[in-house]
């Protein structure tokens, strides 16, 4: 028996074998659950997992995370659960449907964007979720301390966590993953049938061409799953991305200069936009926010600062010896603690915050 903290994992494949190797580099002691004993025996000999585990007699961990298709998550996350597992939080990439069947306060719904080409255990690594961001979706009954600690041990394998409402989350994936991924697998079928007829077409193939569509290298098995799941707001994003492309298709049609050049760099500035650092200390600062010690608080304000657009860089929740009473502390970018404290005192929150600047 070992003194570590201990992991559940069920299913490991890419992700989970991913959270395997980046929990045993915190010295988390893992054990992985999986229905092909094949996979577990190779988990096990990569260094991925550290025992092998059985749905029948799952431990009483402090730890248990679900990277299953989508559809056996709630089942699963459900049985941990019951097991006595102190916290649990999935990877799967739709959360409306699994934040919805489970309302087990040590659930936090989660979604780490981020993957690779390769498949399976080959495709793992310990780095995977590095600088990478990890949606976390808590409820009004998500319990504050379970939450902090999921929240933590994302942080601890190099990801950046976010708390998103899951039915937002839902919204937000569609447009920025899983239409990409559907336009970039359409694109890719369009280059190919023609290919059929115009050899050199692929071999032509550079760049631009290869960067929009890597993702349609993915493993497509899971995609079904997904489409079923998210499809109403893929189809409104997929409404929007046909009706753009039509506006596109119309100005270059007109031969349309001026306005062809104006949507280009439109799309450039945003893309120049997209964040990519993380600030130094310098330019951070410390947010205390006092709240009653009960279930929810952390959860939004976590979501609030998402809407406001506010990155968290740290979490801490001070729990009073007297009273129903408790501090919440952040850490945020100096530049938007005055965005932040504006809309926690429009909810009635009284923050202070003070730079860390030394």
Same mark, same amino acid.
């Given at each position: ?8 994992? /069920?299913? /490991? ?10 929990? $045993?580099?915190? %010295? ?44 056996? /998550? ?7 659960? *019951? ?27 989660? &979604? ?14 310990? &780095? ?9 979706? +808590? ?13 933590? /041990? ?6 950046? +966590? ?5 039915? =937002? &989350? ?23 049938? $023609? ?14 061409? =290869? *960067? ?6 993915? &493993? ?15 189809? *409104? ?11 596109? $298709? ?11 050049? #104006? ?15 993380? +600030? ?13 010690? $009960? ?13 406001? *657009? ?11 010896? #007297?009273? +129903? ?16 404290? %504006? %809309? ?9 915050? =003070?730079?860390?600047?030394?």
């Amino acid at each position: 028996m070992t003194d570590a903290r201990q992991a559940v994992i /069920v299913g /490991v494949g890419l992700i989970g074998g991913s959270v395997g190797l980046a929990l $045993r580099a915190e %010295g988390w002691h893992v054990v992985g659950v999986d229905l092909d004993a094949g996979r577990l025996a190779d988990a096990v000999d990569r260094g991925v997992i550290d025992e092998i585990g059985s749905l029948d007699t799952l431990p009483a961990a402090d730890l248990g995370v679900v990277a299953t298709p989508a559809d056996s /998550v709630a089942e699963l996350a459900q049985r941990l659960l *019951d097991a006595g597992v102190a916290a649990v939080t999935d990877v799967g990439s739709v959360k409306a449907a699994i934040a919805g069947a489970i309302e087990d306060p040590r659930f936090v719904a989660g &979604h780490p964007m981020a993957g690779s080409e390769q498949d399976g255990l080959d495709g793992a690594a310990a &780095h995977l979720f590095s600088g990478a961001m990890w949606v976390l979706c +808590p409820t009004s009954t998500t319990d504050d301390t379970v939450f902090a600690t999921i929240r933590d /041990v994302v942080k601890s394998m190099g990801a950046n +966590p976010i708390a998103i409402p899951a039915d =937002r &989350h839902d919204q937000l994936v569609a447009v920025i993953s899983h239409v990409p991924h559907l336009t970039a697998a359409t694109l890719m079928r369009l280059a190919d049938g $023609r290919a059929t007829e115009e050899r050199a077409l692929l071999r032509l193939a550079a760049g631009g061409f =290869r *960067d929009m569509t890597r993702i349609a290298a993915g &493993h497509p098995a899971i995609w079904p799953d997904i489409c079923v799941q998210n499809a109403d707001p893929i189809v *409104d994003a997929l409404d929007e991305l046909i009706s753009e492309l039509s506006a596109i $298709r119309n100005v270059v049609s007109e031969r349309d200069r001026a306005a062809l050049l #104006e949507r280009l760099e439109s799309a450039r500035v945003a893309r120049r936009n997209l964040p990519t650092t993380i +600030p130094s200390t310098e330019a951070m600062s410390e947010m205390r926010i006092p709240v009653l010690d $009960r279930k929810g608080e952390v959860a939004a304000i976590a979501t609030l600062a998402a809407d406001l *657009d506010v990155n968290i860089y740290d979490l801490e929740i001070a729990h009073s010896a #007297e009273g +129903p009473r408790g501090v919440i502390v952040l850490v945020v970018e100096t530049a938007m603690t005055e965005r932040l404290q %504006g %809309g926690l005192m429009a909810l009635g929150y009284r923050p202070s915050s =003070r730079s860390l600047e030394a």
